[in-house]
């Protein structure tokens, strides 16, 4: 069965420093992508980043990068340059089975940047 | 540019009482879906609409019905609620490949009594 593991309830980091969440997951697909998915408080779902699985480099979309290691069958999401309102939730998505872009997700990291 | 509209925001229902949670969406998309999201667990999929005509169960039907009433709009129905219903709900679209991200709304808080 498909799975999306994030093994980090809670991280904290210093404003302006970088951080990496973690995300692993399981699949037999030889096709799939990857997303990452931020929620801040106010509860909205945030598209971050994409990874698709054959895709030979990591996706990176401003200040966010996706480092994919398809053999370890890891996605983490690096946030460099922390900001206070980078303090949220953060998914980690995939693509089941069966096609029609439909999206199994992480239990989520709550991020906490410090000043 | 309202992307993925749901009503209502927050809604408190009594165990037993039925409910449509109502969705639109104005980008064209041909996918939509709803999900759940309960404390300390990711979202999962309740149903999907691959197109217009088309609905499909995903992860956790049970207690709920859906109706793709045209290409924009998407209702999920609660016929008999449950205390175990009670959860955040969203709506999602997307195009259909698979590279595409889905958009999703505000989220409605669900209470059932």
């Known amino acids: 069965a498909q799975k999306i593991t994030q093994t980090q309830p809670g991280m904290f980091v210093q404003e302006k420093e970088a951080v990496t969440l973690d995300c692993t997951y399981d699949t037999s697909d030889p096709s799939y992508g990857l997303f990452w998915y931020k929620q801040p408080s106010s509860g909205e779902m945030i598209f971050l980043i994409y990874?698709?699985?054959?895709?030979?480099q990591n996706a990176t979309e401003g200040r966010y990068s996706l480092n994919f290691q398809k053999a370890r069958k890891s996605a983490n999401l690096v946030i460099s340059a922390s900001q206070l309102g980078d303090s949220a939730m953060y998914f980690c998505a995939m693509t089941s089975s069966g096609g029609y872009n439909k999206l199994i997700f992480g239990a989520g990291t709550r991020l906490a940047v410090h000043p | 540019n309202a992307g993925v509209t749901q009503t209502p925001k927050f809604q408190v229902l009594k165990t037993g009482q039925s409910m449509t949670l109502q969705c639109a969406q104005d980008?064209?998309?041909?996918?939509m879906y709803w999900y759940r999201q309960d404390p300390g667990m990711g979202l999962r999929l309740i149903y999907y609409?691959?197109?217009?005509?088309?609905?499909d169960k995903g992860e956790v039907p049970n207690g709920y019905n859906v109706s793709r009433l045209n290409k924009r709009e998407f209702s999920l129905r609660l016929e008999s609620a449950a205390p175990s219903q009670t959860s955040v709900y969203f709506c999602?679209?997307?195009?259909?490949?698979?590279?595409?991200?889905?958009?999703f709304g505000d989220g409605t808080r669900l209470s059932i009594l």
């Open positions: 999602a679209s997307s195009e259909r490949s698979s590279n595409q991200p889905q958009h």
């Open positions: 609409s691959a197109s217009e005509g088309t609905t």
């Open positions: 980008m064209n998309h041909n996918s």
């Open positions: 990874q698709g699985s054959y895709d030979q």
